[in-house]
T-cell receptor, first 109, second 115 residues
Framework: GQNIDQPTEMTATEGAIVQINCTYQ??????LFWYQQHAGEAPTFLSYNVLDGLEEKGRFSSFLSRSKGYSYLLLKELQMKDSASYLCAVRDAGNMLTFGGGTRLMVKP | DAGVIQSPRHEVTEMGQEVTLRCKPISGHDYLFWYRQTMMRGLELLIY????????DSGMPEDRFSAKMPNASFSTLKIQPSEPRDSAVYFC?????????????FGPGTRLTVT
């Protein structure tokens, strides 16, 4: 099975940088995803890591260490619209995703 | 493409009634997933299909839940009989391996309330 842990809530200031951590214990690993979900909306894809290292995409970056079962999502130059839940998800050897409970990020002015 | 389409968007029903949720995946996607999301349990996978064939239904809570995918462009999730604890948002998602990542695209969800 899969066990995925991420903080429940975080608060940050507009313009700042925030790092959301995710740790996982899995019986099989075939990639890690980050999704963003605004209140009342569907999750939308942010990033994908399957190899160790950093993937950068604009203001968002995601890091993976497979040996440590660890990932983080880094958000730079925070904007008010970044207030949302961020979901870490691990894919198994098939194509099944197991989601963490999500981290609710509140960006304050 | 219109994205993943789900209907209805909202459903309110009484306990004991049958509920049918519908999903049209993105054209060309060969994987389809049904999820349920609640505050208490987060986002849970119920069942997924590959090329219309159910691959893993271990997340289906009990026999009251059933899912079908009669063709590549349509799937249903049925709850019979419904119970108040089934109240949740049900998402359908689809994916394809063509991009190499198998990222899943989610539909807008169906908010189900069972009274």
């Amino acid at each position: 099975g899969q066990n995925i842990d991420q903080p429940t809530e975080m608060t940050a200031t507009e313009g700042a940088i925030v790092q959301i951590n995710c740790t996982y214990q899995t019986s099989g690993f075939n990639g890690l995803f980050w999704y963003q979900q605004h209140a009342g909306e569907a999750p939308t894809f942010l990033s994908y890591n399957v190899l160790d290292g950093l993937e950068e995409k604009g203001r968002f970056s995601s890091f993976l260490s497979r040996s440590k079962g660890y990932s983080y999502l880094l958000l730079k130059e925070l904007q008010m619209k970044d207030s949302a839940s961020y979901l870490c998800a691990v894919r198994d050897a098939g194509n099944m995703l197991t989601f963490g409970g999500g981290t609710r990020l509140m960006v304050k002015p | 493409d219109a994205g993943v389409i789900q209907s209805p968007r909202h459903e309110v029903t009484e306990m004991g009634q049958e509920v049918t949720l519908r999903c049209k995946p993105i054209s060309g996607h060969d994987y389809l997933f049904w999820y349920r999301q609640t505050m208490m349990r987060g986002l849970e996978l119920l069942i997924y299909f590959n090329n219309n064939v159910p691959i893993d239904d271990s997340g289906m809570p009990e026999d009251r839940f059933s899912a079908k995918m009669p063709n590549a462009s349509f799937s249903t999730l049925k709850i019979q009989p419904s119970e108040p604890r089934d109240s949740a948002v049900y998402f359908c998602a689809s994916s394809s391996g063509l991009a190499g990542t198998y990222e899943q695209y989610f539909g807008p969800g169906t908010r189900l309330t069972v009274t």
